[in-house]
């Protein structure tokens, strides 16, 4: 199937609670440019220099979404056009956006990423990490970033009790969360083999790559 057929049968198969981050890494400006003619605006890439490159070269309505690990020294690159960052994971990469984004005169959305799985790759923060955070007086004094969400890798398996697990232990917390953070209304998990999975566990913000692109080398 064709990039516009997959993407039209994946709009079908979730209401529009629920936002879909096409993601883009490795693919070729063709290939961006059928999404988006196919009607996707959102796409994510995981690597800063990929991801200036597009940005300068392809729509300037397209929303870029980081969603990989962030190094800080290269947050001045992305700093005045991105949109969404997903892959906060620790409290001086935050502060260094927050840094930027006043260059800037902005203020940048961002994303707590938050360690649901047990592999020792993946990046994140632990919940209560998260909660000190976000409750101490340095966090708050930070004006040009706000936190709108969470987001979550959960385990690479095919075993769906894990992933439910995962997905449920981090959609609890976010509604914890919500409850005392109201500017937290995004809950960004789910990719192409566990996205269906992660919608029925709340998630409202999905991303999604091979399943749309075909599989990357
Ligand atoms: C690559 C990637 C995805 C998409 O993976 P697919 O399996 O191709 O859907 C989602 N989230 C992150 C953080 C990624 O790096």
Known sequence: ????????????SFDNSVKLVAVSK????????EAYQAG???FG??????????????PKDIEWHMIGHLQRNKVKYIANFIKLIHSVDNFKLLKEI????KKNNITIDCLLQ????????KFGLSKDHAKVMLESEEFKSLKNITIIGLMGMASFTNNDEILKNEFS??????????????????????????????IQYGSNMIRVGSLIFGERN
Request: charged content about 20%; cysteine-free.
């Open 1 to 12: 199937m064709s990039i516009s057929e997959n993407l039209n049968k994946l709009y079908h």
């Open 98 to 101: 927050n840094q930027q984004a």
């Open 45 to 58: 890439e995981n690597k800063v220099q990929e991801l200036v490159t597009k940005y300068n070269s392809l």
């Open 26 to 33: 490795t693919k070729s400006n063709e290939q961006i440019m």
């Open 114 to 121: 938050i360690k649901i799985a047990s592999e020792k790759t």
């Open 169 to 198: 232990s981090l959609n609890d917390f976010f509604n914890n969360l919500r409850l005392a953070y109201p500017n937290i209304t995004v809950l960004s998990m789910g990719m192409s083999y566990d996205h269906k999975l992660a």
């Open 40 to 42: 996707q605006k959102i």
